[in-house]
Structure formats: structure tokens, C-alpha cells
């Protein structure tokens, strides 16, 4: 199974992530995280599509987006997820991230990025402050069976 979890910097996507692999076992890959396959940015990217399609009846692949366009290397037939966040608990876990200090123009970009997922198509919607994270893992779980 290929599960992508997608949303913004600090919405929950790795805590959801992190559960998620806890329960079924799976692997996870963030972002970029899979130009380390090849040399050649358009080698990796050859490599991880054929990686995410091959993991549709095989191993469970989580993979973490925070960027629009890597939704785009998703495969058909992938779990989508999408972890949603308010704004305030966003800058709030940012600064944590950063140690107690979130400049302004890092506080604008995240700002400026505040729901460029909103209208995206997943299957699953997430609250990334209040979300039951047991009972997502449970319906994952169950979509395996």
C-alpha cells in the first residue's frame, strides 16, 4: 500500500506518519527524500514512481509531502491523507521547531501557504490538532485486510 500524507510545514504530518508505520509497518519517505536514489534528479524520480507503483501490491510506502508538486508522483490507487492545521498552531509549532523564534518573513511564508491544499482530492481528511490518531491508523489497518 502507498499511503501519501500531505499538508503544510508543522500540520502533523510525521506524528500521523509515524503512527501509521507503527501500526502496519511501513517505510517512510519525506519530501526529497528520494533523490537519494540516483545521481540524476530525473534518474531518482524514474526510480522512486516505479518504487511507489511496484509498493501498490507490495510494501507499505508512506510518503510525506509538504510541496504541491510532489503529489504529482504519487501513483493511482494511492491512500491520500490530508493532515489540515490552523495557522496559529502552525507558527506555534514552527517557532517550538526553531527554537522559541519565528522571524517574519518565515512567519509570511507560512502564512502565504496556508491552505494550498484545501482543495486537494484525498481520501481521508485529517485535523492535525484534534485528530483521532488511533482511529486513522485503524482505518489503514482495515484497508489492508
Known amino acids: 500500500m502507498v499511503i501519501g500524507i500531505i499538508g503544510e ?3 502533523g504530518k ?3 506518519a509515524e503512527q501509521i508505520k507503527n501500526t502496519i509497518g511501513a517505510e ?3 519530501g526529497k527524500d528520494y533523490l537519494r536514489m540516483a545521481k540524476a534528479e530525473s534518474d531518482a524520480v524514474l526510480l522512486f514512481k516505479a518504487k511507489l507503483k511496484d509498493a501498490l501490491s507490495g510494501e507499505n510506502i508512506i510518503y510525506v509531502i509538504s510541496q504541491k508538486e510532489h503529489i ?3 501513483p493511482d490507487g494511492a491512500v491520500k ?3 489540515k492545521t490552523d495557522i496559529d498552531t502552525i507558527k506555534e509549532r514552527f517557532k517550538n521547531r526553531m527554537r522559541g523564534n519565528l522571524p517574519a518573513p518565515v512567519e509570511q511564508m507560512l502564512v502565504r501557504n496556508h491552505g494550498i491544499f484545501d482543495n486537494e482530492i484525498c481520501d481521508y481528511r485529517f485535523d492535525g490538532v484534534s485528530g483521532d490518531i488511533a482511529a486513522m491508523c485503524e482505518t489503514i489497518k482495515n484497508r489492508i485486510k
Request: aromatic share 0%.
Open 14 to 16: 510525521s506524528t500521523l
Open 28 to 30: 517512510i519517505i519525506t
Open 72 to 74: 504529482n508522483l504519487l
Open 81 to 83: 491523507i490530508l493532515v
Open 9 to 11: 510545514n508543522c500540520s
